[in-house]
């Protein structure tokens, strides 16, 4: 397991990804059912997520706050991310919080409640 207190993270590297709409960062990184966003030892606090990924071999501390649909983050590396790493780090975050995914359509069905209602706890999917 990775122990980020144990290093010395000393290079920032910030960016903001933009998701599109509907997005709701709470609802994607603090996972209701107990799995973690990144990692077991993440904290999500009042609207940030602080936990840790790997570009390649590279440990990367993450800190990530959104006001609406746009994501800041910062990442702090014990060394410096090349170009292609930083795109790699991007891409990883965008891929995370579900950039790429249909969004709308999984929250309206999410919200369908007469789905819901006409299931049973044995009624298969």
Not at 6 to 18: G, K, P, S
Not at 38 to 50: A, N, P
Request: with cysteine; aromatic share 12%; glycine share 6%.
């Amino acid at each position: 397991m990775l122990n980020l207190r144990a290093m010395q993270l000393r290079h920032e590297y910030a960016f903001t990804v933009t998701i599109p709409e509907p997005f709701d960062f709470p609802l994607t990184v603090s996972k209701p059912a107990g799995w973690p966003w990144s990692t077991r030892k993440e904290i999500f606090d009042d609207g940030t997520l602080w936990t840790g990924v790997r570009v390649g071999d590279i440990p990367s501390g993450l800190v990530m706050a959104a006001h609406k649909n746009r994501v800041r983050v910062r990442a702090f590396t014990a060394a410096l991310l090349a170009k292609e790493a930083k795109c790699d780090l991007r891409d990883i975050v965008r891929a995370g919080l579900g950039a790429d995914e249909d969004l709308a359509g999984f929250y309206a069905f999410a919200q369908d409640a007469r789905y819901w209602e006409k299931r049973s706890p044995t009624t298969p999917a």
